[in-house]
């Protein structure tokens, strides 16, 4: 078995398949996702707040990213893993270069997400050529959340336009695909018969190409409401707090462990231990 590649994908969304992608964020859910047969995941800077517990992807930086890109790598053997270039690591073409180098050959990823449209085109350009493969991501982009707020974009004429002006312009900066985060569905559908490169929705309706969710939204990890955009596929967090409970009461009683989970020492040896 290969790895999938850029090619694969593009071929994907020619032949009229639909992309599933996952966030995956370490060993355990990269080899969960390789096993549920999921072709394309992304280590996402969201793994600021799911993971580190900040309020926003802000503070990561190449370095979090690097570290756990490592340890997707180790769980991840087909899928094509996709790392976000964090906050501020692409604001040149040189920084571009020399994040994206790290992120490759110090974490192992094979292709590189980042936020923006026509005003970074330059940037997935000389990526591209240098032989990056680059993921676009458009609507709501989180790294610039102080300026849009967290709500659904590009809902007037205007900024449906230049939506559509920058998925295209990513396309033709070499781009592979684009994220479309919380658009309006209609919106969505028209970028992707409008591009040949697939379209990976989050919040952006059933026409686009794929769809994208974060690990631990779609398997219901944090109690507490989950972001409309996305749907509880398991209730994993209340499980998981169950088996921690029943552990720690069972460990108070003294229920826990059983002889299954202990050894005997040899009746010889332990008379003779306690002459
Ligand atoms: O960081 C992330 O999880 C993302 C996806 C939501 C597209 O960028
Ligand atoms: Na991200």
């Known amino acids: 078995v290969r ?3 850029v090619s694969d994908v593009l071929k994907m969304k020619a032949e009229g398949r639909r992309i599933p992608m ?3 964020y370490d060993y355990p859910s990269a080899l969960i996702a390789e096993r549920a047969g999921v072709p394309v995941v992304l280590v996402g800077d969201s793994l600021g707040m799911v993971v580190h517990g900040h309020n926003t992807t802000l503070p990561i930086r190449a370095d979090d990213m690097i570290f756990h ?6 769980g991840s053997q087909n899928a094509l893993v996709v790392v976000d270039l964090p906050f501020l690591s692409y604001a040149t073409e040189q920084d571009a270069v020399t994040t994206a180098r790290r992120i490759m050959q ?5 292709a590189v997400k980042l936020e923006g449209g026509a005003e970074i085109a330059p940037i997935v350009r ?13 609507g709501l982009t989180p790294q ?3 300026q849009l707020g967290l709500r659904v974009q ?11 002006a920058d998925a295209r312009a990513l396309e033709e900066a070499g781009a592979f695909g684009v994220v479309l985060e919380l ?28 769809q994208v969710q974060v690990w631990h939204d779609l398997l219901g990890i944090f109690d507490g409401k989950s972001p409309r955009h996305a749907h509880r596929f398991a209730e994993i967090g209340p499980q998981m707090e169950e088996a921690v409970r029943h552990y720690a009461e069972q460990v108070k009683e003294g229920s826990f462990p059983t002889a299954a989970q202990s050894s005997k020492m040899n009746p010889e040896v332990l008379a003779e231990l306690k002459k």
Request: with cysteine.
């Open 69 to 74: 890109a490592q340890m997707v790598m180790r």
């Open 154 to 164: 590009a809902k007037e004429v205007r900024s449906a336009r230049k939506l559509l």
């Open 3 to 5: 790895r999938v590649t």
């Open 144 to 146: 610039s959340q102080h």
């Open 22 to 24: 996952v966030t995956v």
């Open 183 to 210: 658009v309006p569905a209609e919106l969505a559908e028209l970028v992707s018969s409008e591009l040949t490169i697939p379209t990976i929705g989050i919040g952006a309706g059933v026409g686009c190409d794929g």
């Open 126 to 138: 000389r990526l591209t050529e240098m032989g990056v493969p680059v993921m676009g991501h458009l």
């Open 106 to 110: 110090e974490g192992g990823g094979q």
